[in-house]
């Protein structure tokens, strides 16, 4: 499985859009991008997944980059129920994943 | 909505007893996952299951071992706990038929001490 790099923390004011980067820059053809979010205490929660094309749904918004090296979360009007732990994955085998680090988003008043 | 229970949300045990931790999901699932999550070291794969009866090691089985008698529950087992198990466990399903198997929904996580 591919390995992903992600900043350990950013801040967001809230209401504006937070952008999270991840890098994934040994993707194999096969392997789709996934994000998921950890708020404090409880299990993660999946937030979006995509191959090659741009995706969106109620939660957010995923843009991969043409070569899929890397990829962005989008979270467009960031609330403070937002801050948790926002993991990318980038798996194509069932049961194989790893869950880093990921990056803490902090949404500020 | 998908929901994943787990019997418990706070367990404590001694050394040496024997610990079941249950799991259980109502969206007919074929793949089911049993993780820790330990700070500095992320979540981490103990076991998985892709069918009633079927089991695979993930990449820290030492110690566990599980069972899927029915497809709705995936049950982890401590056979002989220790200090060094005390840790946050999660358990996790998904389907092949809902977007890929990776697209895993968890239940709310046990904090297992062992004292």
């Known amino acids: 499985d591919a390995k992903t790099t992600q900043p350990p923390s950013m801040d967001c004011a809230e209401g504006r859009a937070a952008n999270l980067p991840c890098n994934h820059s040994?993707?194999?053809?096969?392997?789709?991008v996934y994000w998921y979010r950890q708020i404090h205490s409880q299990g993660p929660q999946y937030i979006i997944h995509?191959?090659?094309n741009n995706e969106t749904n109620e939660m957010a918004s995923l843009i991969i980059t043409e070569d899929r090296k890397s990829s962005t979360l989008i979270l467009p009007h960031a609330t403070l129920r937002d801050t948790a732990v926002y993991y990318c994955?980038?798996?194509?085998?069932?049961?194989?994943?790893?869950f880093g680090d990921g990056t803490t988003l902090t949404v500020k008043p | 909505d998908v929901k994943v229970t787990q019997s418990s949300r706070y367990l404590v045990k001694r050394t040496g007893e024997k610990v079941f931790l249950e799991c259980v999901q109502d969206?007919?699932?074929?793949?089911m996952f049993w993780y820790r999550q330990d700070p500095g070291l992320g979540l981490r794969l103990i076991y998985f299951?892709?069918?009633?009866?079927?089991?695979e090691k993930g990449d820290i089985p030492e110690g566990y071992s599980v069972s899927r008698e029915k497809k709705e529950r995936f049950s982890l087992i401590l056979e002989s706990a220790s200090t060094n198990q005390t840790s946050m466990y999660l358990c996790?399903?998904?389907?092949?038929?809902?977007?890929?198997?990776?697209?895993?929904?968890f239940g709310p996580g046990t904090r297992l001490t062992v004292t």
């Open positions: 994955i980038v798996n194509a085998n069932a049961g194989k994943s790893t």
């Open positions: 969206m007919d699932h074929e793949n």
């Open positions: 995509g191959l090659k």
């Open positions: 040994t993707i194999s053809g096969n392997e789709y």
């Open positions: 996790a399903s998904s389907s092949p038929r809902t977007g890929g198997r990776l697209e895993q929904y």
């Open positions: 299951s892709y069918d009633v009866k079927m089991k």
